[in-house]
Antibody, heavy 116, light 110 residues
Framework: EVQLVESGGDFVQRGGSLRLSCAAS????????MTWVRQAPGKGLEWVSS???????YYADSVKGRFTISRDNFKNTVFLQMNSLKPEDTALYYC??????????WGQGTLVTVSS | QSALTQPPSASGSPGQSVTISCTGT?????????VSWYQQHPGKAPKLMIYEVSKRPSGVPDRFSGSKSGNTASLTVSGLQAEDEADYYCNSYGGNNNYVFGTGTKVTVL
């Protein structure tokens, strides 16, 4: 059974940093395209970042230069390093396995709150 | 990249059909057949309902169908049931390895 479990969300001050983790089971992330999607409280979904099978990384303009996606194939875990956090980064962050241009499996999310 | 445009709300009685539109541009919806739809119940993670415009993942009822014409994609829910009441989001590949979501539609079953 495919399972994704996010962790690492916390309350942080403006300008601070956090590292989110997404532990996968039931499949190997080494041959999967993985994505982070976020949802601000009461708002819609926003694509944040993706990492391809080959390791190439991609970012939304809103986080480019501040966030870094990476993965550890041995731990079967995807990470999102978030630096220079802003109040507008406050959201529930989901990781998802991406297949055929869609987000096939989702975790339950981890909450990031950035105070001003 | 701007969010895709969806109506804020849609509604129908049990057994009826409801169709949700998702309007983008030739750079996203109109340019690729990678349009997907997600159902989200309150407090839950989104669930994939349609991928590649009109394909249904295993386990999704055939009451859910997708289509696309030009820069607008659509999700139709036929034979509405109480459990279909949820928020629905479209998504499209936007080129250059970017993705864009729709603004979301709240579906109410009357």
């Amino acid at each position: 059974e495919v399972q994704l479990v996010e962790s690492g969300g916390d309350f942080v001050q403006r300008g601070g940093s956090l590292r989110l983790s997404c532990a996968a089971s039931g499949f190997s992330i080494s041959n999967s395209y993985m994505t982070w999607v976020r949802q601000a409280p009461g708002k819609g979904l926003e694509w944040v970042s993706s990492i391809h099978i080959g390791g190439s990384t991609y970012y939304a303009d809103s986080v480019k230069g501040r966030f870094t996606i990476s993965r550890d194939n041995f731990k079967n875990t995807v990470f999102l390093q978030m630096n220079s956090l802003k109040p507008e980064d406050t959201a529930l962050y989901y990781c998802a396995r991406t297949t055929y241009g869609s987000f096939e499996y989702w975790g339950q999310g981890t909450l990031v709150t950035v105070s001003s | 990249q701007s969010a895709l445009t969806q109506p804020p709300s849609a509604s129908g009685s049990p057994g009826q059909s409801v169709t949700i539109s998702c309007t983008g541009t030739s750079s996203d919806v109109g340019g690729f057949n990678y349009v997907s739809w997600y159902q989200q119940h309150p407090g839950k993670a989104p669930k994939l309902m349609i991928y590649e415009v009109s394909k249904r993942p295993s386990g999704v009822p055939d009451r859910f169908s997708g289509s696309k014409s030009g820069n607008t994609a659509s999700l139709t829910v036929s034979g509405l049931q109480a459990e279909d009441e949820a928020d629905y989001y479209c998504n499209s590949y936007g080129g250059n390895n970017n993705y864009v979501f729709g603004t979301g539609t709240k579906v109410t079953v009357l």
